[in-house]
């Protein structure tokens, strides 16, 4: 079992930065791929980034070099650095966990989900 508790979200104005956090707890957080998914009001959740457990990382094409997502293992947490923000990123950001899944950009590879948390960006 694996518990995330996500932070970091916040209201910002367009071009600001943020971190967001995802803290887990439970046994061989090492183990798992790690992803971000967010979900703005009226659309279905899509996907961010993941970070696999080797540390690898994979975005959605059209966040790439803007998003950066890291992990530190001895913090069993793992981080999406956000730089200019626009208003089209609003949404609830989630952390979530696999162990077993292959593309990793689909909600239905993840065995543990966060609670979200909002991020607001004003024009």
């Known amino acids: 079992q694996v518990q995330l508790v996500e932070s970091g979200g916040g209201l910002v104005q367009a071009g600001d930065s943020l971190r967001l956090s995802c803290a887990a707890s439970?046994?061989?957080?090492?183990?798992?791929?790690m992803g971000w998914f967010r979900q703005a009001p009226g659309k279905e959740r899509e996907f961010v980034a993941v970070?696999?457990?080797?540390?690898?990382?994979y975005y959605a094409d059209s966040l790439k070099g803007r998003f950066t997502i890291s992990r530190d293992n001895a913090k069993n947490t793992v981080y999406l650095r956000m730089n200019s923000l626009r208003p089209e990123d609003t949404a609830v950001y989630y952390c979530?966990?696999?162990?077993?899944?292959?593309?990793?950009?689909?909600?239905?590879?993840?065995?543990?989900w966060g609670q979200g948390t909002q991020v607001t960006v004003s024009s």
């Open positions: 979530a966990a696999s162990r077993t899944g292959w593309t990793l950009n689909k909600p239905n590879e993840y065995d543990y």
């Open positions: 970070i696999r457990w080797n540390g690898n990382g």
């Open positions: 439970g046994r061989s957080f090492s183990n798992y791929h």
